[in-house]
């Protein structure tokens, strides 16, 4: 299958520091590309939906102005944690399909910890 | 309003007792369920897309069905390697997946 890859892995940062995490796809381009957030034993839940060339489109309760996301590219979306403080401590994962409406591929997911 | 409701939560089996786990779901046209595998500290890993009810598909010892309302993912002699979460997520309009909580399946040696 298709290979997206996350960077970092795993982040620990000081309250009110700013984080950046990068999704890449690999082998394909993606023009829509979707950042998740996980909390322990709970599923997986959508942030935002990140669309090259134009503004990301953010779920309801998802503040758009603390998880910037910017996709300049066709294979690189980033999500970056502002101001970030430890209720956003948090597995993040990114996801993108090859073509639309068919199986989404996941990056490895970044563990933050914010401190 | 979308749901996607998995059961059981977790599901211990002995290696080689097979059992099948459940993902019911209630959407507004449905354009794809999916059933991915997550093992801890990962991101899901594909596994398989059901498209209409009455589809079946199978992977080694994974086989996953689709109705109208709900999915099975059975599971044939399962080993221990099999242990992992498993997540049913639903795609409707736009997109994106809508995912169910998961079941948590261990497999004792």
């Known amino acids: 299958g298709a290979v997206v890859s996350q960077h970092p892995s795993w982040v620990i940062c000081k309250s009110g520091t700013s984080v950046k995490i990068e999704c890449r796809s690999l082998?394909?381009?993606?023009?829509?590309m979707f950042w998740y957030r996980q909390f322990p034993k709970q599923s997986l839940m959508l942030m935002a939906t990140s669309n090259e060339g134009s503004k990301a489109t953010y779920e309801q309760g998802v503040e758009k102005d603390k998880f910037l996301i910017n996709h300049a590219s066709l294979t690189l979306s980033t999500l970056t944690v502002t101001s970030a403080h430890p209720e956003d401590s948090s597995f993040y994962i990114c996801?993108?399909?090859?073509?639309?409406?068919?199986?989404?591929?996941f990056g490895q997911g970044t563990r933050l910890t914010v401190v | 309003e979308d749901q996607v409701t998995q059961s059981p939560e977790a599901l211990r089996l002995q290696e080689g007792e097979s059992s099948s786990l459940n993902c019911s779901y209630t959407?507004?046209?449905?354009?794809?369920l999916f059933w991915y595998r997550q093992d801890p500290g990962k991101g899901p890993e594909f596994l398989f897309t059901?498209?209409?009810a009455g589809e079946e598909k199978e992977k080694e010892r994974l086989k996953a069905t689709l109705t109208k309302k709900e999915s099975f993912l059975h599971i044939t002699a399962p080993k221990p390697e099999d242990s992992a979460t498993y997540l049913c997520a639903i795609q409707a309009g736009a997109n994106n997946l809508f995912f169910g909580t998961g079941t948590r399946l261990t497999v004792i040696p």
């Open positions: 959407v507004s046209g449905l354009r794809g």
């Open positions: 082998d394909f381009q993606a023009t829509t």
């Open positions: 996801s993108a399909s090859v073509e639309p409406n068919t199986e989404a591929f």
């Open positions: 059901l498209y209409s």
